[in-house]
């Protein structure tokens, strides 16, 4: 197939490129630099151009926290960008899959949230993404919408590495303890949109890890992990901590589990725990960083 990647340079679009490489497809890689997704005529002659079979819509605004004060820019990226992209896919009958995020709940619920619940979004990043959300609801006739959470990988910034550089920078670390979630390899995620993507098994899925953990329980996982796979020792203390205790400029969802349904019912195989996905990415980092 010829599947056309938004995204590419980011945390998530390189490993989806590098899966769709090594599975034989054709992978036309888009970044910024390439293709301006806030221009509607830009991406209807990028999409005619090109004639992609597939997108992989992963161009985001992701900056939690300045979203709250770039409003407009959010709103740019992930609902106009999406628009013109799914506009453009969809004239040439593409089918399009759009990455979206746990922040479109709004986290108070005591249970992990099925595709078709309603969503709520506290953030100006959520709402953003829900608007891109009920785009490609609207305009595509072909589409995948993915709802992923906690997610980290080889490329870019993330909590995982963030955490393994402040454990040598520092004595202590106060982590939060009353928000849980299920963290997200990109290469495990990579992997289910490549199986997705070939099918005709449209609509809303939840795609994560399996299994649950608190960021403080994540963070403690990272180090036993680490020291056990690279014989470093990571000195520093982890303290559990409430979320008010940590007050950042948006709000996060307490609660950010996903029941996975659509994939079960769908006959998809659930992605592997992510403890498993956790030694994995570690391995390959320490790899990399000899």
């Not at 980290?152 to 993330?158: E, K, P, R, T």
């Not at 990571?234 to 007050?247: G, I």
């Amino acid at each position: 197939m010829k599947v056309l990647v938004t995204g590419a340079s980011g945390q998530l679009g390189r490993d989806v490129v590098a899966h769709l490489k090594r599975s034989g497809h054709e992978v036309i890689a888009s970044d910024r630099d390439a293709l301006d997704i806030t221009d509607p005529a830009a991406c209807q002659s990028f999409i005619q151009q090109f004639q992609p079979e597939v997108v992989i819509h992963c161009a985001a605004y992701t900056a939690v926290d300045r979203a709250e004060t770039e409003v407009e820019s959010a709103y740019a990226v992930n609902a106009a960008g999406t628009r013109n992209m799914v506009v453009a896919s969809e004239q040439i009958g593409a089918k399009f899959c759009y990455i979206s995020t746990d922040y479109v709940f709004d986290g108070n619920s005591e249970l992990p949230y099925h595709e078709y619940d309603n969503t709520n979004p506290q953030s100006i990043y959520g709402k953003s993404k829900r608007a891109g959300e009920v785009l490609v609801q609207s305009l595509s006739s072909a589409y995948f919408i993915v709802r992923t959470s906690w997610v980290y990988g080889l490329h870019g910034h993330n909590f995982v590495k963030t955490m393994l550089r402040l454990g040598q920078e520092r004595d202590e670390i106060k982590v939060v303890h009353d928000q849980k979630g299920s963290p997200t390899y990109t290469s495990d995620l990579a992997e289910f949109l490549l199986e997705l993507i070939q099918t005709e098994q449209y609509g809303i899925y939840h795609a994560s890890n399996s299994g649950t953990c608190t960021w403080y329980e994540f963070a403690k996982a990272i180090f036993m992990e680490a020291e056990t796979i690279s014989g470093q020792h990571y000195s520093a203390r982890v303290h559990a901590c409430t979320t008010e205790e940590y007050p950042l400029p948006a709000p996060r969802p307490r609660n950010s589990v996903m029941e996975h349904l659509a994939i079960r019912s769908n006959g998809f195989k659930d992605m592997r725990p992510w403890h498993e996905g956790l030694k994995e990415f570690l391995s390959l980092y320490f790899q990399s960083n000899k």
